[in-house]
Structures are given as structure tokens and as C-alpha cells.
């Protein structure tokens, strides 16, 4: 969805300068999740399909309270549960939030080729315009977090907005307003940090918690959307949150150094070949010279 | 609740047990976690699943499912082993110095039943249930206790007269006494031993010893400025004994000192948004509005009724008390003005006569039964699903199958408007069902206006969010349109006793559609003379609405439709819909907010959040106190308390009661099944009472005697306990109707523990078939570890749980998705002897795959 | 290949028959779309491109099935060709002297058969890199469809899919270059399909005797 009230800061596959690109500064927004006072009432999830206009989808049970195994197109906010036993046999349930966690340096726009289908605004929102998206899909390659949706009808590709129209409206995204625990919260990236940190402190120092700490991955430059654990050295027993996300080895590969080196490539082949038949010319002159029986003619000495 | 959703954030420690607040108030649960994240307070939750709540608690006990008594039990025992206890508090506060007469027998000493009981009636003699009185009181003429429980039973409407409390209690301070209540409490609890509670509840000794210590461990050291809260829903009272639950939470919390105190108390989780308000609204049949005990046969007339039901004080010892319920006759006359206006006069006794008399017990659970019967001929069902929400539903089925009509008014065709398309009812059964029903299309609740009076008490107005789709109508209005015409009938007609009809008051703008802010109004009550107050010389005008309950008079000058919420609607406006969020004190009071009963009182019995010179126990949480230059109590809340009684006086705080002091020891008429409460198994249990193998159940419970009444064994196959619930995603039985919830969880399942599954080789999604002795519930196998395999009396019982969302009407029922089968089809018709509330947790299943 | 219809009435020598030729420019115009909108992927300088090939969601969808157009073509290249395309001690010879053939020092070439080794490479490299297109190109065609814990595959087919496309432009631009502009005469052939036979005896001596003798022995 386009916003014309929010600045991009990056922008997908696009040549030249960064549309309206340092007119003015602005804060990063973040997104904070304390996993230990989530209860997984699913109002986020509602209230995410409501704000959105999401149309609704068919689940089935599938043994567990998670509503779906995997965010849909149609479905951006899912929390996650997980039965965990820790070393000493007591049993831990975990629930969290899984949504866009609007990198820093998304592997998404690092692999989009459509010209201005993925944005960060300035603001750290990462959002797909899907009036540009192509549907490629490559979006779902670069993401480290399993966050892109295709959609095989519209062809295109979904996933979390940050609401970034109700954040241009000054408002907090509509999973932080239904959370009635309050384990949401919302504000700058340096104010959710100090929040974070204060509680995975008050984990530690107050309940037993000794590796409680906050996630906020520095392999994709830091995330819009953090998380309180209350073991934040096994991030993967929360549903598979990865330990140390980065945009893929190979996708950086391809867009970066490969990128580079194929241009390179294609660009100096052209020169050659053109340098080529500057000096040798082509092999005859015609065809009808070839009939001449006149060796040598077509070649330059 | 004594204490309110936003006071939680107070607290320091909290039992939540008998409840899941997490999963079914999650709004509300935001207190308890601002606790956590402000105070550091700690959360305990003991459930028979490791539920969302559980998933954010520091310690989670496994209980089997109807033996909260037996842990509660032990974790009294505890407080008092290792001196746990709010000894000050203990000493002037509650009746634990009182002496008990000395033929008073605890269960221990009389065959696992208390003193007093005949077994051919089932019924217990309350007499040696009493305080020993200061000799030369008590005895002639004094009131009985006022609940009336038991008296509300006897068919004949005789009911019999127990002998009242003394009015002098004899005490001893020192506690030491063997008859006083402290003393007896200690034998009581004495069996309860860690040993005990881990062969009945199924919590490992060490697990429950890490509970009891971390619950009392507030107490520890003698500090009594830190305060723990219980909190608890339907889990407590869904059981042969659920009041007996409430209660010795009560009891534990007077032990510790918590109970008026912010962050403390004893506070119920109310299930609907507005239940707190339908019980207030005498939605149990022996009460009448404001909790005024309803007439019995007994009752000739209005002095006999306001004097049996108008407690005298019990004083203890040198003490005073103010027994507020001394008050009864005025709230009585002012209902009977606000019921009959005019025609109530101080001739005719306040027209009592006109009001219905109740010959017997009315409550859910015999309105089927006598249907069932054959009694009752037809019903109203608003707003609930009564097929579905009542135990044992084939009974309920075929109940309906008997009446003459059925009218059931409601937002969706449900279960009980479409009873005779039940599964298991044949074409050719279906053409002999006679029953007439009418479905009569309701607004839902954001298509109407009023007020919900939340668990908290509070009493807020919401307005009308959409207007009604098609030809819907507002309950008020079907209702009203109903009594017009019979009235017109009545008119037309007379009949044996028009009167009551003919005369009841409906002075509404539109007669046919009373506005809510006009019975609100008639809630509130008006003055029907100029009054004024002696001693502040204000004055209220005739047809003024009155500030408060206070204003009340037995005279015939005021009119009130339920005292408890007179203040709610006064001549500044409707008090419920304020909305000044604004708290002062930061205490959570939000006196500016909404209008909480009574008096707009936050906590109840908050006196006793002060020490005996009126100071509070803790300086940080000030609630009230005594302002000795003013001579009065004064506060961020409304003090609950005579606001001038000095505290040499010694008043006792709970002023509800006529002794003044809260009751460890419930006495006389109090309960039906116990002064103190004991441990009964639930009525289908998988063991034997261990405490007493020869009294295994709750005594005083009556089973039901129709063919589709039965009661399973262990013995006949049924060996696996089962509790009932529900779920965040759903509500009752409607949002099955909802793509969105249905979305959310598409299907109905079973939860069974992982060990379960292991052994009968069923995996997660596998279609089990659940059987009780009544009927069967179909639904996919959710294989989970938050379920464990118990050892009860070192016996390996499995507990499984079934949400209960599901039926033969809905989104996935209707395309036929589902099994089509209602989860009460499993439980069984057996009730509280208090509340009357159905045994829906702790009955016995087998399992078996499809 | 039969040789027996390989002199034409007008003297020329058939090169390519029909099919072959059909075959080719199976290959060659969804080849020229495959890149043309694989470049419009490839870089956003470049992006322009997919409004030439129907805009970026058309692109998007039709460059798939291009590639499989493409695949095609060339499995049917494999069965009519491959048998031709083995390397002989002749290609290592070519490959030897590789010097004198680009500075147009034909006659310095050691005898090329049918298909110089060049082509042979061509050949063999459109052969490889375009079942690895196609299996890379599977992988992005439906990226939805590859399950998370088999995530590697996606990331291999990206670095798969560009690698593999930018070695076939290389021999692309290498084929067009000796085909329209070095060899005059080797365009017609994929055209008209004959050569003259002096075109013939010049780049691929060995490959003239054998149609010459083959054709005199018929005689």
C-alpha cells in the first residue's frame, strides 16, 4: 500500500537516487514483544485481519492452538505455540507473535527486482507495494524469517504492513492496540530497547529467568520488531525463530559481488566482440567471394 | 470480586486456581501482568491444565479436577504449622477467637460428616453449629443467620426455624481454647497433610510444598504489609461442593490477613460480560434484587418475611458490630414501592402479598428436571442456549420433547430452538415431538444499550453500536409487549389474582419499549416525599432520584429497585457512564469511572486494610483511614464502614455480617453442607474418599432420579476424570456462527495427555469417541504434554479436558464438518447444595478412537 | 544424417533441414525473451526491459514458460545433434590452434568436421546450463511451493539461475557475433539452410570432403 505521507529510505530494484531521499530525518519506529506476558488470546491476530481487510481462510485442526502452521497472504500475524520441557522436566508453553520483522537490512528488498515493489521508509517500515510487485517470489528467497506470502491469484506478494497507514496517522499498529496484556508495545527502536532490556533485567534479576534477554539480530542490521525471551540463547524453541538470521549467503552472493562481475561480463564481452571485428573484421567479405575460390580474401593479413 | 480487575495490579502474590483468567478474561488479565511487571509479584496456578495462564506463572501445580478443597485444605494447614498467619488481623477480624458450642463435631469425630446430619434426609440439624453466647444473651429472640439456603428447600414452605446466633459471642483471645474456632480449624486442617494432599489432588509433596510456601511465604517473618489475591471462575464453582471452594479460599485469605486489602481478596472471574449484574438482578430464584432472601409460603406477611430475614447483631465479646443487613426492611419496602409504586401501601403491607412466593427449589438444574417431569409446561429461553449450556443435555432434549411451548429468543437458530433436530432423533421421532416453538429474533449485544456490571462490581452504560438487522427486537420490549397484553387480558378477563399484574408499576416513556436509562432510574429509586438527612440537613425533593442507599426508609417515602445499585442513576445523571479515567491515589480506584456497587466502593471490607487504630497495614497502599482531627474515616475509596465509629469502638469490618468479623467458622444456616469446608469427592470419582472411604460425596447432594439420570464407575469402564472449559477463540455456543472465530479454531477436540495417547496408540487429529454413562462427544484427539499422567492414592489416572464451543448448529456443523455433538451430553445432573450450580468439571469418561 | 540430399540442385550444400532449422529459432526467439526479461530481473538499470516483454508482471509470468519453450528446443537440439557433438582428436587440435582462428586464419585451422569445437562447446553449454536454468528456474517458479526446512534449494537456484544465465549469454553473444557478423554466409544457414560449398570447404573442410565424397559416390 503506498503511503505519501511516509519517506522511503530504501527502495527496491530502483535506478537512481532514493525518492525524496534526505529531505528530513525521522525516528525509527519498533515494534516489542515480551514473549513472557504473552498469553496467546489471538487478539492481535484478529485485529490484524480486521485493520487489514483480510479476507478470511479454511484451517483445519492441526493438533495444536496455533491457528494456521504458517502466516498466509491472507494472514500476517500468527502466534506461535510451542510445548517446551526444559532441562528440569517443568514445562514451558511458549506463544510468539510471529509477523514481518521489519529488518534493518531486509533480505526481501535486497532481493526484490521490481522497481519500487519493496520500500523501507524512513521510519524502518518495510512494506510491499503490490501495485509494482511482479510476483517473482525472490522476496520470499531473501527473507530470513519465512515472512513473504504469495498469493497465486492476484500474483503478487503480502505480508505485514507495520500498519504503516495507521503509523503515518500517528497511531499504533492495530496488533499493539488489541493486546490486552499489554505485552505489546510500540514506540521508537532506542525507547522499545530500553524497555526491553529493563524487563529481560527484571527476568533475570527477579524470576528466574538467567538468559532472558532481547532478540534483535544483528545479522539483518537489527529488526522494527523485537522480542523479549525468556532463553534468548535458544531462539529456535519459539517456533523456529532463528538463532542468527542474515539475508542468504547466496542471495547476497548473487546481488552483490555476482551482480557485479556478471555486468562486468556482459559489458566487456560486447566491447570485445565489438574490438574483435574492429581489428579482424569478419571471416569473408561475402558469401560471393567465398565462390571465388580465392583463399585469403576475407581475411584481413 | 471483593477487590476489582484494576486492584490486581496491588498485589504481590497470586493463586489463580479454579480459573483461567488468560484464556477467558484476557482483558482483565492485564492486571495480573502489570503485577508482575510493577511489584515483581508472583503468580501460582493450580489446574488440571497447564493452561495459557499457566503459561505465564512462576509455579503450576497439576490438580485432579474437584479436589481444590483438599489443596486448599493443605495450604491452611501450612499457614498455621509454620505460623504463616496474620495474627492481629486473625485475632480482631475474623471469628477465630470465638467459641464454638461443645457439641459442635468436626467430620473427623463424627463419620465424615459434621454434627447435626440425618442420613434419611440428607439434611444436616444446624443447632450445634453456633457460638457459644456470654451467659444471661442470646437465646430468646434474636435473628437466625440471614442466608436463607436451606430454607428456600422444604416443599411445604415450612421452613424451620433455626436457633439464632447469641448476642453476645464468647471469646477467647488467646486462641488457645479447644471449642474456639482457631483451634477447631487447626484440628480440621490438621489431616490435610502435604502426604494427603499429594494422594488426593495428584500434586507431588514436593510441588505443593513449593506452593504453599511461596503463597505464604507474604507472611513470612511476621510481615504483614505484602498482600496475595486468589482469583477464581467457574472451575471452583462448577462442583458438588464449589461453595465449600470459595470458602475455604476465604478462609485462607482471613488467615493470612488479605481480604479487604488492595491486591488481596477473594475475587470471582464472572464468565459474561454482564453475570455479575443477572445475580444482582436476582437472577438465582432465592434471591430477590440487591441479594434480599425471596418469601417463602412461611412468609405471611411482611413483618414475618423483614423479620426472618433481618439478621440482629452478634456482638462479640465487648465489641460492636453494625450488621448492616439490620437494614433489610427498608431496602425490602423500597423494592415493593418501586415493583407496585402506589399500591404498595403501609396497609397492605407494602403490597407483599402480590409478590411470588417460592414453594421450592427453582433453580436450573430442577426447572429440566421438572420439565422432564412433566411440571413445567413451557419456557422462555433468552439469551441462552439451554440444550447446550446444561448438564446431561440428552435429559434436557428430552425434556423440551414434553413441553407445550418453547420461546426462545436469540441472535442465531441455535441448539434449543432446533432441540428436535438433535442428532440421534429419527424423521418419525421428529413428527411426534409436539412442542411448539416460537423463535423470536433478538438484538445482539452491540445492538443494544444499558449497562454490564462487570466481575469488579462496576456498573458500566454502553451505548448502541449498530442499529438491529430486519425484524429483531429489543428483549425489553418483547418482554414488555408480552406483560401488556397479558395485563389487557387480565383487564378484559380478571382472573384468580390480577392484582399482581394489574397493579405492578410501568411508568416508562414507551410502555411498549422501556428505555434501560428509565429502569435504571426505577433501579436507582427516587424519594416519593421531601426528605432530610438530620444530621447534614440535606434535603431531597419529592420525585428526586436518591444519591444512595443510605436515603433509604422503611416508611413507604422512597422507592428503590435493587439498593445495592441505588447511587447508579441520582439527579447528576447516570453515574454509569462516566468515564474520568483519573486515579489520584494511582491505586486503581477510578472513582470518576463507571459506578461500582456499593457506593461506588472499590474494595469491599476495606476497613480492614487497617490496623485497630485505623492506620494501614502498609503506608504504601493507602486505601482508607482514620482521620483522628476529622473524627472520621476518610480515603482514596469509599471507606466501607460506619465513617464515624471511633477504633477503641471495635467495630469489626465486615460489616455484613452480624458478628462483624469475618467467618472462618460459617455458622448455623451459612452453608447447607459444612461450617467449615471438607473434601468430598466429586459425585463420579475415580477413588474413594481417603479422608473418610465411608462418606465419599457431599453429603447433602441429592442425585436425580429420572431414567436419564445415571451416575458412572469406575467399576463399569469409566476410569478417565474429564473437565469442561472454554476457550479464548470462542464464546459460548454462538461464535461457531463466526467465519472469524471458526478461523481461529475450526474444529471441536479433546485434550488428552501424551502418555494417554502413547498407550492407546493415538495420535494428534485422530477422531476420538468420549463416553459417559449418559452420552458420547466426538471430536479429534489433541495429544499434549500440558496434560499428566496422575498418581492418585498411587494409582496412575489420566485427566483429560473438552472445550465446549460446539453443537449441532454452526458454520462447520451446518456443512458438516464436524461431529455435531454437544460436550454436556457427558456431564452429569448433580448440584452444588449452595448455588446450585452444576457439576460440569470432574465427572468420568472413557476413551475410545472412532 | 543422411548425406544423400545434401547437394542442392543450385550447387549449394544443405546444412540444416527444416526441422532443425524450426528448432533453432524455437530456441533463439525464447532465448531472446528469456533474456530480455531475465535482464529486466536481473538489474533495475535494466528494468526497462519488461515493458518491452509485456510489462513486469507479464514478464514475470511468461518467462517461465518461455524457458520451457526454450528446454524444449533444446532437449530436441540434444537428440538431433548430441551423436554429432562428441569430441574428436580433430577438436583438440582446433582447440589447440583457437589463436589462429580468431584472427580469421582459417586455413591455419586444423580440418573441422561438421561442427568445429566451438560449436561443439556452444552446443554442450546451452545443453548443461539450460537443464540447470530449467531446474534453478522450477525452483523459482514457485518459491511458495519449496517447504522452509528445504529453504537451500532456493537459495541455490538464485545463485544457480544467474550463474547459469549469464554463461549462456557469454556463449550467446559469442554465437550471434560469429553467426551475423563474422561468418558471412552462416546466418543464411539457419535461414534457407544451404551453404555454398566454399563456405563449407572453408569452415568445416572435413565435414565438405565428406558430403563431396559421399555425393560422388553416389554418382
Known sequence: MSQATLRIQKISAHAGPIPGEGTQRESEVCK???????????????????????????????????????????????????????????????????????????????????????????????????????GCGYCITGCPFNIPKFNSETKRVYKCTLCADRVSEGLEPACIKSCPTGCLHFGTKDDMKDLAETRARQLRDHYNFSKAGVYDPPGVGGTGVIYVLHDVTEPEIYGGLPKNPHVPLTVKLWKGPLKWLGNLAMVGGLIGLFVHYLRFGPKSREDEDLEASKPHEGAQP | MTNGWVDIKNTDMMLIMGGNPAENHPCGFKWPIEAKRNRNAKMIVVDPRFTRTASVSDLFCQ???????????????????????????????????????????????????????????????????????????????????????????????????????????????????????????????????????????????????????????????????????????????????????????????????????????????????????????????????????????ADTDFDAWAKRITPKPAKPGTWDTFNYWGNTPKFGVSLLKALYGDAATKQNGWAFDYLPKVDRNYSWVQLWDNMYNGVVKGLFAFGMNGVAIGPDSKKNIDALKKADFLVVGEIYPDETSEFWR?????????????????????????????????????????????????????????????????????????????????????????????????????????????????????????????????????????????????????????????????????????????????????????????????????????????????????????????????????????????????????????????????????????????????????????????????????????????????LTEHYHYWTKNNPMNVQLVPEPFVEIPAEMANDMGITGGEKLKISSVRGHYIAKAMVTKRIKSMLIDGKKTYQIGIPIHWGYRGIAEDEGKTARTLTNSLSPTVIDPNAFTPEFKGFLVKVEKV | MSSREQILPHGRILRYQFHERLTHWAAGFSYIYLLLSGLAFWSPWLFWLATICGGGQISRILHPWFGLVFVVAILFMYVMWAAQMHTTEADKAWWRAIGHYTRNEDDKMPPAGRYNAGQKLLFWGFFIFGILLLVSGLVLWFPEWIPWNLRFLRYLAVLVHASSALITIGLFMIHIYMSVFAERGAFGSVIRGDVSQEFARRYHPAWYEEVMGSAARRK
Open chain 1, 32 to 134: 516489542l514483544i515480551d514473549t513472557t506476558t504473552c498469553i496467546g488470546c489471538k487478539a492481535c491476530e484478529v485485529a490484524c485481519m480486521e485493520w487489514n481487510d483480510l479476507p478470511f481462510g479454511a484451517t483445519v485442526f492441526d493438533n495444536t492452538y496455533q491457528t494456521m502452521p504458517d502466516t498466509r497472504w491472507n494472514y500476517w500475524n500468527l502466534i506461535r505455540f510451542n510445548e517446551h520441557e526444559t532441562e528440569d522436566g517443568s514445562l514451558m508453553w511458549l506463544m510468539r507473535k510471529d509477523q514481518c520483522m521489519h529488518c534493518a537490512d531486509p533480505g526481501c528488498l535486497a532481493a526484490c527486482p521490481a522497481d519500487g515493489a519493496i520500500v523501507q521508509y524512513t521510519n524502518g517500515i518495510v512494506d510491499f507495494q503490490q501495485e509494482h510487485c511482479i
Open chain 2, 63 to 297: 490438580i485432579r479436577a474437584g479436589t481444590d478443597i483438599a489443596f486448599l485444605g493443605g495450604v491452611i494447614r501450612y499457614a498455621i504449622e509454620n505460623n504463616r498467619i496474620a495474627k492481629d488481623y486473625l485475632l480482631n477480624y475474623t471469628n477465630a477467637a470465638f467459641l464454638v458450642k461443645s457439641d459442635f463435631k468436626l467430620p473427623a469425630d463424627a463419620d465424615g460428616v459434621f454434627s447435626g446430619f440425618d442420613a434419611k434426609s440428607q439434611t444436616y440439624d444446624k443447632t450445634s453449629w453456633n457460638y457459644q453466647g456470654i451467659a444471661g444473651s442470646g437465646g430468646k429472640d434474636s435473628a437466625q443467620g440471614y442466608t436463607l439456603g436451606a430454607a428456600a428447600h422444604p416443599p411445604s414452605g415450612a421452613a424451620p426455624s433455626p436457633p439464632p446466633l447469641p448476642e453476645r459471642v464468647s471469646l477467647d483471645l488467646s486462641l488457645q481454647n479447644p471449642n474456639c474456632v482457631f483451634q477447631l480449624l487447626k484440628k480440621h486442617y490438621s489431616r490435610y497433610t502435604p502426604e494427603m494432599v499429594e494422594r488426593i489432588t495428584g500434586i507431588p509433596k514436593e510441588q505443593f510444598l513449593k506452593a504453599a510456601d511461596l503463597f505464604t511465604s507474604i507472611r513470612k517473618d511476621g510481615d504483614i504489609k505484602k498482600v496475595a489475591t486468589i482469583i477464581y471462575a467457574v472451575g471452583w464453582t462448577h462442583h458438588s461442593f464449589g461453595t465449600q471452594i470459595i470458602r475455604t479460599a476465604a478462609m485462607l485469605q482471613l488467615l493470612l490477613g488479605n481480604v479487604g486489602r488492595a491486591g488481596g481478596g477473594v475475587n470471582a472471574l464472572r464468565g459474561h460480560s454482564n453475570i455479575q449484574g443477572a445475580t444482582d438482578m436476582a437472577g438465582i430464584f432465592d434471591n430477590l434484587p440487591g441479594y434480599l432472601k425471596v418469601p417463602t409460603p
Open chain 2, 422 to 726: 438433535s442428532p440421534g432423533i429419527s424423521p418419525d421421532e421428529m413428527k411426534t415431538i409436539q412442542t411448539t416453538v416460537y423463535r423470536l429474533p433478538c438484538a445482539g449485544f452491540a445492538e443494544k444499550d444499558g449497562t454490564f456490571t462487570n466481575s469488579a462490581r462496576w456498573l458500566q452504560w454502553k451505548n448502541t453500536a449498530l442499529p438491529m438487522p430486519g425484524d429483531c427486537r429489543l428483549d425489553q420490549a418483547i418482554v414488555a409487549q408480552i406483560f401488556l397484553r397479558i395485563r389487557d387480558l387480565y383487564k378484559k378477563e380478571g382472573g384468580k389474582f390480577p392484582d399482581p399484574i394489574l397493579k405492578l408499576a410501568w411508568n416508562y416513556t414507551d410502555p411498549s419499549n422501556p428505555s434501560l436509562a428509565d429502569v435504571l432510574k426505577e433501579i436507582n429509586g427516587k424519594a416519593l416525599a421531601d426528605l432530610e438527612d438530620p444530621a447534614t440537613k440535606q434535603q431531597i425533593k419529592t420525585g428526586q432520584q436518591l444519591p444512595g442507599f443510605a436515603w433509604l426508609k422503611d416508611d413507604g417515602t422512597t422507592s428503590c429497585g435493587n439498593w445495592i445499585y441505588c447511587g447508579s442513576f441520582t439527579e447528576a445523571g447516570n453515574q454509569t457512564a462516566r468515564r474520568d479515567a483519573s486515579d489520584p491515589s494511582n491505586m486503581g480506584v477510578h472513582q470518576g469511572w463507571g459506578w461500582s456497587w456499593p457506593a461506588n466502593r472499590r474494595v469491599l471490607y476495606n476497613r480492614a486494610s487497617c490496623d485497630l487504630e485505623g492506620k494501614p497495614w502498609d503506608s504504601t497502599r493507602k486505601q482508607v483511614w482514620w482521620n483522628e482531627t476529622a473524627q472520621k474515616w476518610v480515603g482514596h475509596d469509599v471507606p466501607d464502614f460506619k465513617l464515624d465509629s471511633k477504633p477503641k469502638d471495635h467495630m469489626g469490618p465486615f460489616i455484613m455480617n452480624p458478628e462483624g468479623v469475618g467467618r472462618i467458622f460459617g455458622p448455623l444456616a451459612a452453608f447447607a453442607d459444612g461450617p467449615f469446608p471438607e473434601f468430598y469427592e466429586p459425585v463420579e470419582s475415580p477413588t474413594e474418599n481417603l479422608l473418610h472411604p465411608q462418606q465419599a460425596h457431599n453429603p447433602v447432594v441429592k442425585k436425580f432420579r429420572t431414567p436419564d439420570d445415571k451416575y458412572g464407575t469406575v467399576q463399569d469402564g469409566f476410569t478417565v476424570v474429564c473437565t469442561t472449559y472454554r
